[in-house]
């Protein structure tokens, strides 16, 4: 069975900085590409990063303006999301999510159950 | 970037109906559609992908249609355990620039 298990959220002051992991089990993980997602509370999911298998690849939203970086380490089955000069527009829960497979274009097949953020004072 | 855009807002249906969601792309994306279901406090459950093909597990009574820039989910018989947002995705644009629609809440009537 597919499992992701996000981790790392919690409560930042403005411009400040945070790492989210993401536990991935029950699939080859360094096969397949991997994404964040994110949902503000109350509002509809915005896509946020996605990195390929290798790490060759890696693409952002343009609304991250360079903030964010993504990577993986296929050793340990992880994503991680590191997230600098938080804002309070960045509050949401995030997602790990991936395809079921390893063609593109992709859809997500799996979700994690999501890590809150939340940036306040 | 492809701007996705979703009606009604809100759907009011009694259980046992029909419900029709719809989902407009601002430009083609071939049948490269999805559709997400989203239950409070739930992460978002994938239902149907290239347009018209139900996800594993996921009941007769949701059917997927369209190709382009316009797109229908269908919930032929609505159970308690359909009332949820549901979300269309395009997944088209690579290098990968995945947007979301806004959403239809579909609730009791």
């Known amino acids: 069975e597919v499992q992701l298990v996000e981790s790392g959220g919690g409560l930042v002051k403005p411009g400040g900085s945070l790492r989210l992991s993401c536990a991935a089990s029950?699939?080859?993980?360094?096969?397949?590409?991997m994404n964040w997602v994110r949902q503000a509370p109350g509002k509809g999911l915005e896509w946020v990063s996605s990195i390929s298998s290798s790490s060759s690849y890696i693409y952002y939203a343009d609304s991250l303006k360079g903030r964010f970086t993504i990577s993986r380490d296929n050793a340990k089955n992880s994503l991680y999301l590191q997230m600098n000069s938080l804002r309070a527009e960045d509050t949401a829960v995030y997602y790990c999510a991936s395809p079921a497979g390893t063609g593109v274009p992709y859809y997500f097949d799996y979700w994690g159950q999501g890590t809150l953020v939340t940036v306040s004072s | 970037e492809i701007v996705m855009t979703q009606s009604p807002a809100t759907l009011s249906v009694s259980p046992g109906e029909r419900a029709t969601l719809s989902c407009r792309a601002s430009q083609s994306v071939s049948s490269n559609l999805a559709w997400y279901q989203q239950k409070p406090g739930q992460a978002p459950r994938l239902l149907i992908y290239?347009?018209?093909t139900r996800a594993t597990d996921i009941p007769a009574r949701f059917s997927g249609s369209g190709s382009g820039t316009e797109f229908t989910l269908t919930i032929s018989s609505l159970q308690s355990e359909d009332f949820a947002v549901y979300y269309c995705q395009q997944y088209n644009n690579w290098p990968p620039l995945f947007t979301f629609g806004p959403g239809t809440k579909v609730d009791i009537k």
């Open positions: 290239r347009a018209s």
């Open positions: 029950g699939f080859t993980f360094s096969s397949y590409s």
